[in-house]
T-cell receptor, first 115, second 109 residues
Framework: DGGITQSPKYLFRKEGQNVTLSCEQN?????MYWYRQDPGQGLRLIYY???????QKGDIAEGYSVSREKKESFPLTVTSAQKNPTAFYLC??????????????FGPGTRLLVL | GQNIDQPTEMTATEGAIVQINCTYQ??????LFWYQQHAGEAPTFLSY????GLEEKGRFSSFLSRSKGYSYLLLKELQMKDSASYLC??????????FGAGTTVTVRA
């Protein structure tokens, strides 16, 4: 089955700790995205990548980092610099990221909680 | 920046029709999407509009007026499983998606 997987489903972070959220896709998509979803707010773009070894900051990149070493994988690290990390994190992918009509497909999400 | 507005909540009865409005102001326009999201789950694609007019897909239809910066999603013959959040998203000139906060629809028996 083709799709996007995210792990873990729930993640707990202690003060001062960095944590990494996994996102893998087997759709052969070039573009991948990370969003953050908070109650009462729309999805906000953290980082996106349209090709391996390249990525761009989204609207709320501060306190986050990413890598894109493989086409299938786009892990997100929430660093200790992110002071309010509690949120639902969604990974998405699309064919190229450069076409108006293409759909973004979403993974099941990771809920991050701070201890 | 982008500004996308949609109502926070709507309630309707099973079998009825509900219309969810979305207004937007964006830098450039490369299409408008509607997604459905059940609580705690991933958003799933419902519809895409880039030209003015109505797109119909079974019980769901979506309308776009670019000159008015306005879209609506029409849900007909409501079923209990339609209880979810509906997200309006606009693709800008850089092909990035900006999302509204979502409209929670509750379907009552």
């Amino acid at each position: 089955d083709g799709g996007i997987t995210q792990s873990p489903k729930y993640l707990f972070r202690k003060e001062g700790q960095n944590v990494t959220l996994s996102c893998e896709q087997n759709l052969n998509h070039d573009a991948m995205y990370w969003y953050r979803q908070d109650p009462g707010q729309g999805l906000r773009l953290i980082y996106y990548s349209q090709i391996v070894n390249d990525f761009q900051k989204g609207d709320i990149a501060e306190g986050y980092s990413v890598s894109r070493e493989k086409k299938e994988s786009f892990p997100l690290t929430v660093t200790s610099a992110q002071k309010n990390p509690t949120a639902f994190y969604l990974c998405a992918s699309s064919i190229s990221g450069t076409s108006g009509s293409e759909t973004q497909y979403f993974g099941p999400g990771t809920r991050l909680l701070v201890l | 920046g982008q500004n996308i507005d949609q109502p926070t909540e709507m309630t309707a009865t099973e079998g009825a029709i509900v219309q969810i409005n979305c207004t937007y102001q964006t830098s450039g326009f490369n299409g408008l999407f509607w997604y459905q999201q059940h609580a705690g789950e991933a958003p799933t694609f419902l519809s895409y509009n880039v030209l003015d007019g109505l797109e119909e897909k079974g019980r769901f239809s979506s309308f776009l007026s670019r000159s008015k910066g306005y879209s609506y999603l029409l849900l007909k013959e409501l079923q209990m499983k339609d209880s979810a959040s509906y997200l309006c998203a606009v693709r800008d000139q850089d092909y990035k998606l900006s999302f509204g906060a979502g409209t929670t629809v509750t379907v009552r028996a």
